[in-house]
């Protein structure tokens, strides 16, 4: 089940709508990868898999932005799925009421394909890896594989406090890694600021003989981000599926996509950009993008609220908002625009 899923038990008028700037930056970011691989090959022509949620809201940014017009819908409530058939925006989505494993192994992938496997479940990161592994498996040269995690390290629970705790929840992500784990865990690998960077190193430990195979192909990590979104903090790894037994065939892919030119890559398992921006109006959106694009010289934060005159935010909070600030000159291309629609 993916978050959209998750976000169904809250009653309309408490989900804060207008908190999920992050979430749709990181989709966005997500189109921008996409493009880049359509430079290689027409992925106009692939097939999308995802969790669509209730809304399927992923596919029709996908649909308008990129064309692609073979699309599966993969969801376990069979409530959502007949939303989802009131609401999908095409015809030619396919809604199959299966859990991700189910869809896994009876799936056939041919021709190419993207597929986003959307978790939100802490508990089951386990099998949430062991699914991407597979997938990753049975996906072929230029297909783009997408995995988001829970990234919330108090969802491994603990009792205790201070140094105990963290030793607590060590313990307890050494436990659900199981044989996926690879590396060496230290109690800093559950603080906070770390957690989403230790869930990396395990989505490429889960990953790391697959090149070995005969096919030799194996999965390039080409972006990974952190961010919030209604509270829980998520983590995304995109990459897409190279032949390692061709030298050429990463600079090939490198060079016609032109992905190490974009800013937000990540092809070395580098720690995760994070995507964290104030919640602006209309109004001090259009300010903020007539003074950018800035020079690297230019403190950001320190400029933005300068041109709006004040800072967004309460007077104790000023800090932490230049900081959001300066992020916005970072992904203010992707940020959306959310507005009030009278029908």
């Not at 007949?82 to 609401?87: E, G, I, M």
């Not at 963290?166 to 307890?172: A, D, I, L, N, V």
């Not at 003989?209 to 995109?238: C, N, W």
């Not at 259009?286 to 950001?300: F, R, S």
Request: aromatic share 10%.
């Amino acid at each position: 089940m993916g978050f959209e899923e998750g976000a169904e038990h809250m009653s309309g008028g408490a989900v804060a709508y207008h908190l999920r700037e992050n979430k749709a930056i990181e989709r966005n970011l997500f189109i921008e990868v996409l493009a880049r691989v359509a430079r290689v090959a027409n992925v106009s022509d692939y097939t999308y898999v995802g969790f669509g949620g209730p809304f399927l809201e992923d596919f029709q940014a996908l649909h308008s932005t990129l064309r692609i017009s073979k699309m599966i819908s993969i969801e376990s409530d069979k409530n959502v799925c007949t939303r989802q058939a009131f609401n999908k925006p095409a015809a030619f989505i396919q809604i199959k009421n299966v859990t991700s494993g189910e869809f896994l192994r009876s799936h056939e992938f041919v021709d190419g394909n993207i597929v986003w496997l959307d978790y939100t479940a802490p508990k089951d990161l386990y099998v949430q890896l062991s699914e991407f592994r597979s997938l990753v498996g049975k996906l072929g040269r230029f297909d783009v594989a997408k995995i988001t995690l829970n990234a919330n390290p108090s969802a491994l629970g603990g009792q205790s406090k201070g140094v105990a705790l963290h030793e607590e929840r060590r313990h307890e992500l050494a436990k659900r890694l199981g044989d996926h784990c690879k590396f060496e865990l230290n109690d800093d690998d559950v603080l906070p600021k770390n957690y989403p960077t230790t869930l990396l190193k395990a989505v490429r430990s889960c990953l790391g003989d697959l090149a070995a195979r005969a096919s030799g192909e194996y999965f390039q990590p080409l972006s990974a981000f952190i961010y919030k979104d209604s509270g829980h903090q998520m983590l995304t790894v995109t990459g897409v599926i190279l032949n390692a037994k061709d030298d050429q065939d990463k600079a090939d892919f490198l060079g016609k996509s032109r992905i190490d030119h974009w800013p937000f890559r990540n092809l070395h398992w580098s720690s995760p950009i994070e995507i964290s921006v104030p919640a602006l109006s209309a109004k001090e959106r259009l300010a903020l993008d007539n003074a950018l694009p800035i020079t690297d010289e230019v403190d950001a934060g320190d400029y933005l609220a300068d041109q709006l005159g004040y800072c967004p935010s309460d007077q104790e909070n000023i800090p932490t908002t230049k900081s959001l600030l300066a992020n916005y000159a970072k992904f203010y291309r992707a940020y959306p625009l959310f507005s009030r629609v009278v029908l």
